[in-house]
């Protein structure tokens, strides 16, 4: 497909993508009472927490958040109320261990988690005649290595994805880098405290006093997730979890928007070359638009936007 020319502009105040990412935080209210709230219970004895919209309607969109989000994060509820007024019902999963309550099991995510995401696909899809699956940063890297590693039903019309570290590997050196400090100190935090509450009803699974070590995204990685999701190597962990391997083999019609601005992507999140070639893979890369955010004002994402038009223009048949 050719190169998609984007048509998003942010504010004029909002003049970098530290900015972009950083307004809806604090701009975008949240509605607390906007969900109704499932357990999926799983094969494994775990369960996933599930937020829903249902109107009776015929059409699901299945929302995916990035890391350490949920289904209150701005990009999500955003996404849940444009939709849910266009006549959609809302599934927004949350990824283990990122809900209300802890998850029975020890076991996180990471960006090559995609189990889950099929548990719920295949639970709901034959309730609708469409389903379209949309993720936001880690999570649309999920999306997209579901899409591209399992089957999938025929009434998956589409995949969206904004704000995608296709290349995870490089992804985490540049949000390690000196100048996206406040946000790495953030997630890191949260994961450290995490592994602090895993620690509390798993006792025994994890040396807590090591988390001290970690000063960076890629030390965790290297040293906690990694090896305590099974991998035998840091390399095969950054294999199994970068959609950038997935991508050719997706079969439906699927949407990357990732801002040539976003201050956590690496210039390996931007498949250009696929996308020119695949029959499947569009590719929106505005110069402009932070990281998970495309403000139009600090309270409003050109986000829903985005996705209806190419819902309208591409997969006319969901719409």
């Known amino acids: ?21 950083l307004a809806p935080v604090f701009g975008v209210k949240r509605d607390n009472t906007l969900y109704q709230t499932e357990k999926l219970e799983l094969p494994d004895g775990d369960f996933l927490e599930l937020d829903w919209i249902r109107g009776g ?20 509820q955003q996404m849940a109320v444009h939709f ?25 995510y990471h960006g090559g988690s995609t189990k889950d995401i099929e548990a719920v696909v295949m639970k709901y899809a034959e309730n609708y005649s469409s389903l379209v699956l949309v993720g936001f940063s880690l999570g649309g890297n999920m999306a997209l290595n579901f899409a591209g590693r399992h089957s999938i039903p025929t009434n998956l019309r589409a995949v969206v994805a904004f704000s995608v570290p296709c290349d995870l590997y ?11 400090r406040v946000f790495a100190r953030n997630f890191l935090n949260k994961l450290k405290n995490k592994v602090r509450k895993l620690e509390i009803h ?32 840091l390399d095969d962990f950054y294999s199994a979890g970068s959609c950038i391997n997935s991508l050719k083999k997706i079969s439906i019609p699927t949407l990357i928007v990732n801002a040539q601005n976003d201050p956590f992507l690496s210039n390996n999140c931007y498949p250009i070359d696929l996308a020119r070639t695949s029959d499947h893979i569009f590719l929106d890369m505005p110069k402009r638009g932070g990281h998970s955010a495309f403000p139009i004002s600090t309270s409003e994402s050109w986000m829903p936007n985005r996705l209806e038009k190419f819902l309208k223009e591409v997969v006319k048949d969901s719409y």
């Not at 025994?204 to 305590?228: R, W």
């Open 170 to 180: 490089r992804s985490e050196k540049k949000i390690d880098r000196l100048v996206n």
């Open 202 to 233: 798993h006792p025994g699974i994890f040396d807590v006093n090591a988390l001290d070590e970690m000063k960076s995204i890629q030390a965790f990685s290297a040293n906690f997730t990694a090896p305590f999701s099974g991998f035998n190597s």
């Open 1 to 21: 497909m050719p190169i998609i020319q984007s048509y998003y502009r942010p504010p004029a105040y909002l003049f970098s993508g530290h900015l972009q990412t």
């Open 57 to 76: 309607n015929d059409k699901l969109m299945i929302l995916c958040h990035g890391l350490e989000g949920n289904s209150r994060s701005h990009y999500v």
């Open 84 to 108: 849910k007024a266009l006549g959609w019902d809302i599934l927004a999963i949350h990824a283990r261990s990122c809900g209300r309550e802890m998850n029975r099991l020890p076991v996180l």
